[in-house]
């Protein structure tokens, strides 16, 4: 499985970029490093004395978990398919006897799982369905396949809710009926809006009309039974407040549900242990400086006299400003030597640490980039480009470093990490001009305006390696950013290079 790279918007002010790094078989450690690579116009001022490295990570967002296993619905319900949540909990609940307690941690953990893995198959569902109908056409085939992923769903759903009755058992606590519950409730608003959303792309297909009708007469099962189990996400268009409390419990389930695949990030105590030692090392240097300016005075003067007095003192005004001056440079040192950020990932089931992390961001001119990505950049060449102001390159790097042996140990069915890194660009738009221009043309005779978007071009070239064996494998990624003062309005995937061994 190789490494993934994809970039899209998080609402109209955020870039989101995804990657996904594999957990190899057999190898106790991984390493992968990310550079990122931003081109921008002179005019949006993104440099180092304007938006500054602490601007940058101040506007960074990070997140680590690991990715959702991908096992089909039909294995899902398969009492041989070891790997599946649902068998999982059906094996503990039976293996134990009424003298034994459940292990809650793991019952709840596999409930969580489960609730993911039956979201990304829903998903996974939407996508191919429209994938065939748009390639292919071919209403016979999305009929067939659409009726065989609603009879998956109906089984899955009649074999996780018989869980209400097993959970029944006095051995169950409160606290895992409610959490069978929450997962229970998400799943039906998960089958609730893959529901809808088929719905509302078969209705523009006139061929797929029997589908459609099949799908309407399913759509308002699910609220039906949220509302037979009382939970709170109805929907009710003359109820405002109801709607709210909708979406805002739909978001809590949403977290609680993805909470068990995130690794916690916690900082470093490295750049604080090598920051105490340089500045040790900084009030040591002073001091010797003061040592060997006491000696010096005592062999060129009589001691307590008046210029032995006067060089002492001038030695250890000297000795606090050396050590002043020592320590604001070695200090400025540290993230230069190590990293601007250092942080420990923590898998949240074992909470032990499985990896750590590093990053740093720097603004670069362009003869201090790697030729591999300055042919990129320059694959379309710009005969203009010496006599026009040069680009603003900033350059973040980053490396993550994970226990894939410990990993696998524990969570059996993962085969990747994915890692989440946002950036909020509300700078990036400070400076730009108005969104919109007007223009005029002549068309039929008559003069026509015309209102278009002023953009700007922000290029991006992500470089990711793997570390992982002798010869560095490399792949590019180059994107086009388009910016208006409102925000992105598009990211535009480039061609590229192969994959460079």
Known sequence: MDYLCAIKTHGRRQLELNLQYPLIKDQAKACFHLDCYLFSPYQLAITGSRYGIKGFFNDLRSYTRYTVPIIPLDKLVDPACDLSPLTRIYKILSKSNMASEL?????????????NVYHEQLIDIRQLLQQKLEQTKDAEYASIYLQSSLDEIDRFLAKFRALHQEFLDSRVSNMLRESLQWADESISLHTEKLQYHMHQFLTARPAMD???SRLEQRLGQEQQYRMQRGYETIIDPDNEKGNELFVYRAGILKKWSEGCLYLSRLPSSIAAHIAQIMMGAAAGIAMAFAVFATIFASRLFVAESLPWVILIVLGYIAKDRIKDL????????IPSLMADQIENLIDPALDKKVGSSRSRARFCRPDQIPELVTRLRDIRANVFKSIIPPEDILHYHKSIRFDSGKIRNYHKRLESLTEIIRLKMDYWFANMDDPANQLSCLRNGAITSVLANRVYHVNMI???????????????FRYRLILTRDGILRVEPLESFPTIK
Do not use: F, G, H, W
């Not at 992500?462 to 590019?476: A, E, F, M, P, T």
């Open 462 to 476: 992500i470089c990711l390696s793997d570390c992982n064996k002798s010869k560095r494998r490399q792949s590019l």
């Open 326 to 333: 020592l320590r604001s440079a070695l200090i400025t040192m």
């Open 103 to 115: 292990n809650e941690k793991t019952v709840l953990y596999e409930l969580r799982v489960l609730t």
């Open 210 to 212: 029997p589908c459609r």
